[in-house]
């Protein structure tokens, strides 16, 4: 079935151009791959640098992690004694591996071993009494759990009442109450210190190897491909530690995978000579190995990972490669039959959620044909499999609306439940299914607005056409591998479409595209489909601006490069981009950071920064952001991956345990936007954003940010918080006058250091980027009614920030001789434009408004030299003094200079006096 065109939102992340150009600079990297890791929260140059070099010796010491060292004492009195152990696992990919992963390392430790998995059909997921009963005649009196058992309170008393030592290692929520087993090991555990959260459940089986064999035990490199696989098909973000164990398994995969695997490779078509990419984990050897549970018994998948008899790996995979074709030819069915029964409904029954069951359904399949649902509706859906009077089924939803809630809100129509934001599984009788429709559609109708029912894309940064090489695409692999948390970068560019046709089936669109004065070619796929831009473009050349991923298209022997192409808009500016226009010159030259500190001697009193957490116990975070959302709770959904991923959370294989405790919504995947360097990350439970949303919930909240560039990226970010709750969103731009507006009144104005704050004008503030200078603190403080927080969200590496936009406005020496030479070099007068371009033309860094700031700045320095003239006139040219200029400038005769100078000075007085204080949230104190 061909997947329908649906038109999307594009949504730029917007990184700070100077933040970009800084980590570009400090990493030796493109402006291009800058932007990227900007925008994914990677703005520190050590956060990055890690990102970008996950090496093995960063990986995390396991004993961190709550109850390792007494899962280890305990199976080393196993090893000791040769006592046997039983590893209970998962029908899915990540407990088929984890379980291999322990069996294996086991085997070599010398302990009697067997393994277990239950049957998707007869005993469901998790641990059952009646296997525990079967384990403890058959004589083992020790289990150790794979990726289940946190939420076994009831079996975990049961497994003690046989007398059996029961480990658990799992990596899904927990519920209120954990197992009283002999050993928990879970880093979501609440009171588990260990750093990284996202592990699968292979992947904790993995930390639990790790620890019982030593850091340095070639086993765990043996180890690493089946943790990769499971890592990717498992759907973790491949962020941290994930990130290291699927680029190491990726290359032990290439170089000497296990019998299995290499099986596993064979029958799925992927040769010796094509790479392996975390893509083919995903789509190509996680399905087969996920279709044994979703049609039969997976137990034969554990002996695939274990064998080391190429004749019998090549066997079990041929019966994977089987199972795969038949799961697909029953989803295949199902989502036909589906697909019918949701045209045939009245459209109030299918407006805003798909409800479909049948009888014959595959149980184990219906999962997968909600997420094919979703893909072609972009509504929530619940496939259900009717047997009997009963009715079990899947949901899969889509960003914003919270599956896990909305079944909450239905749970006198349901006999059991469970699940997390974007997927579900219940049980309910068949008569209540048409009631559960009902429910569904009036849920997602008052939770979302009709701008949350189009899917959102989203966008890493803007790109000249020049830019686009294949040494960018070289460098933009660094991010790999990709996945959730990671998708690939998706870029926008701007240009003339020359000639497109549409190829394949008739659905996909082959073009070239001019830009930055080259010709490329281009593949959109989907986008000649019915209803897609590309299905009836007119005559050529078509201005068009393009998302996309470049590639090397390798065929017959040739490389060339290539736009992969996501969406295209034909003509008009993406949704959000053209905001950027109102960084105008004017605005730029009118911003003075060191507006007002002349006259600061004493700057009078300074906040009291507290954290955001603290500004909403206050009295903010009972007011709701949006519809649906819960009073202090925050949900950060995962962003869909990229095209070279492009695997949306909600198609996940595997399905959430239906008994499973729902979990903590502020747990769970991370939010790539809030990585290592986004502003304020670190320690707080919500989201930056949203706790500055609730902020604005009660009353206009000033939000502060280093320079004019700042403020549109954190606007756009606070925007689709706000605009739900009936909150605006206000730009403050230099030289311009403060929005108006009272105290109370809901909303935010995001503004920049330097302007003149009006006082008690607004209910809170929040720094995103420290003050220039201690009066503007104090002017903060002012600012604010009696009693409003005052919030601090800066991190340690914006005072290099700092330091670099004080160098836009006021250029200090080194600025300054690069920009001399410049004029010198070009010669002649040319207008604030021309030289911008010249800059850019000699590499310095990518065109943009804030090079024309630095040059108008070092300029009127010049002027005050008797160097330069003209720019009144925007025609700006060195005077024939400047020719005379051959050793060094005496730049302190420049009264702008000088102020810069000091202003550098009050900079460093500002940082020391901020961070002297002990504590992530400094109390003030007097400056030096």
């Known amino acids: 079935m061909a997947r329908p065109y649906r038109a999307r939102r594009w949504r730029w992340a917007g990184a700070d151009p100077a933040l970009a150009l800084g980590l570009a600079e400090s990493l030796g990297i493109s402006p291009v791959l800058a932007q990227v890791l900007v925008a994914r929260g990677y703005a520190d140059p050590e956060a990055a640098r890690e990102f970008l070099d996950p090496r093995r010796d960063r990986l995390l010491d396991p004993l961190q992690m709550k109850d390792m060292d007494r899962a280890v004492g305990l199976i080393r009195e196993r090893v000791a004694a040769r006592q046997p152990v039983l590893v209970y696992g998962d029908y899915d990919v990540d407990g088929l591996v984890g379980t291999a992963v322990l069996v294996t390392v086991l085997r070599r430790l010398g302990v009697p071993v067997e393994y277990y998995i239950p049957n998707r059909f007869t005993e469901g997921y998790g641990l059952n009494r009646s296997a525990l009963d079967r384990a403890r005649a058959a004589g083992f009196d020790f289990i150790l759990t794979v990726d289940t058992g946190i939420s076994a309170v009831a079996e975990a008393a049961a497994a003690r009442e046989l007398g059996i030592t029961l480990v658990i290692t799992d990596h899904h929520e927990p519920g209120p109450m954990l197992p009283a087993a002999a050993a928990v090991v879970n880093p979501k555990r609440p009171d588990c210190p260990y750093p990284f959260k996202g592990l699968s459940g292979a992947g904790v089986a993995f930390k639990l190897a790790q620890a019982l064999l030593g850091p340095g035990d070639p086993l765990l490199d043996e180890l690493l491909d089946m943790v990769a696989l499971a890592t990717v098909a498992d759907l973790v973000p491949l962020v941290g530690e994930n990130r290291i164990l699927v680029r190491e398994g990726l290359a032990r995969l290439e170089a000497a995978p296990r019998p299995g695997l290499a099986a596993l490779k064979r029958v799925a078509g992927l040769g010796e000579d094509r790479p392996v990419t975390a893509w083919h984990l995903a789509f190509a050897l996680g399905p087969r190995v996920n279709a044994l549970g979703r049609m039969g018994d997976a137990r034969v998948g554990v002996e695939l990972f274990l064998t080391e008899d190429p004749d019998r790996a090549l066997e079990i995979a041929r019966r994977l490669d089987r199972e795969n074709q038949a799961r697909q030819q029953v989803e295949q069915r199902i989502l036909q039959e589906a697909m019918a029964q949701l045209a045939a409904q009245p459209p109030e029954d299918r407006a805003y959620a798909a409800v ?296 996940a294989e595997t399905d959430p345990d239906p008994e499973a405790a729902a979990p903590d919504p502020a747990a769970g995947e991370p939010d790539p936007a809030a990585g290592p360097g986004a502003p304020g990350a670190a320690g707080a439970e919500d989201g930056l954003f949203e706790a500055i949303a609730r902020l604005g919930a009660g009353g206009r909240v000033l939000v502060l940010v ?112 690069e920009v001399f030479r410049l004029l010198r070099a070009a010669g002649g007068a040319r207008s604030l434009a021309e030289w911008a371009d010249l800059w850019a033309a000699r590499g310095r860094e990518p065109l943009g408004p804030w090079n024309r700031l630095r040059i108008w700045a070092a300029v009127r320095i010049f002027e005050e030299l008797g160097l330069a003239a003209g720019l009144d006139a925007d025609r700006i040219a060195l005077t024939p003094a400047a020719s005379g200029i051959h050793g060094k400038m005496n730049l302190s005769d420049s009264p702008r200079y000088r102020r810069g100078t000091v202003g550098r000075m009050f900079l460093g007085r500002c940082r020391d006096a901020l961070c002297g204080a002990p504590g992530p949230w400094p109390a003030a104190r007097a400056p030096a």
């Open 706 to 817: 280093a320079s004019p560039w700042a403020m549109l990226p954190v606007a756009g970010a606070l925007r689709p918080l706000l605009t739900p709750a009936g909150g605006q969103v206000c730009l403050w731009w230099p030289g311009e006058s403060c929005p108006g507006g009272g105290a109370e009144e809901p909303g935010v104005v995001v503004t920049t250091w330097g302007q003149p704050l009006p006082e008690a004008a607004f209910a809170a503030a929040v720094a995103l980027h420290p003050p220039y200078h201690l009066a503007q603190a104090a002017a903060l403080a002012r600012a604010v009614r009696p009693g409003g927080p005052v919030c601090r969200a800066w991190e340690p590496h914006h005072w290099a920030l700092l330091e670099r936009t004080l160098a836009w406005p006021y250029p200090g020496r080194p600025e300054l001789v």
């Open 356 to 651: 479909l069951a049948g009888e014959g359904w595959h149980h184990g399949v219906v999962g997968i044909v909600a997420s094919r649902v979703v893909e072609a509706t972009y509504r929530p859906a619940v496939l259900l499999a009717i047997e009997g009077d009963e009715a079990r089924g899947s949901a899969r939803s889509i960003p914003g609306f919270h599956i896990y809630r909305a079944l909450c809100e239905c749970r006198d129509l349901l006999e059991k439940f469970g699940g997390h934001a974007m997927a579900a599984g219940m049980t309910l009788k068949a008569r209540n299914v048409p009631a559960l429709r009902e429910r569904l559609n009036r849920l997602v109708r008052e939770w979302l607005s009709e701008e949350d029912l189009v899917p959102a894309l989203p966008v890493d940064g803007l790109v000249p056409g020049d830019q686009i090489t294949p040494e960018l695409v070289a460098e933009l692999a660094r991010l790999e591998p990709y996945g959730l948390g990671n998708p690939g970068p998706r870029l926008v560019t701007r240009g003339e479409l020359l000639e497109g046709r549409a190829v394949g089936d008739g659905t996909h669109l082959k073009f070239r595209l001019r830009t930055g004065g080259q010709v490329l070619d281009g593949i959109g796929f989907g986008l000649a489909a019915p209803g897609a831009p590309g299905a009836a473009l007119p005559p050529a050349p078509v201005p068009v601006q393009v998302a996309f991923t470049p590639e090397i298209n390798r065929w017959n022997g040739t490389e060339r490069l290539q736009l992969n192409v996501t969406d295209l808009q034909v003509p008009g500016p993406a949704e959000g981009l053209e905001e950027y226009a109102l960084l105008t010159l004017p605005r730029l030259l009118a911003w003075d950071p060191l507006a007002g500190v002349e006259a600061a001697a004493d700057p009078g009193p300074l906040p009291r920064w507290v954290p955001l957490a603290e500004a909403q116990a206050a009295g903010a975070a009972d007011r709701e952001v949006a519809a649906g959302t819960e009073p202090g709770l925050s949900e950060s959904m995962p962003a869909q991956p990229g095209p070279a991923l492009a695997q949306d959370p909600s198609l």
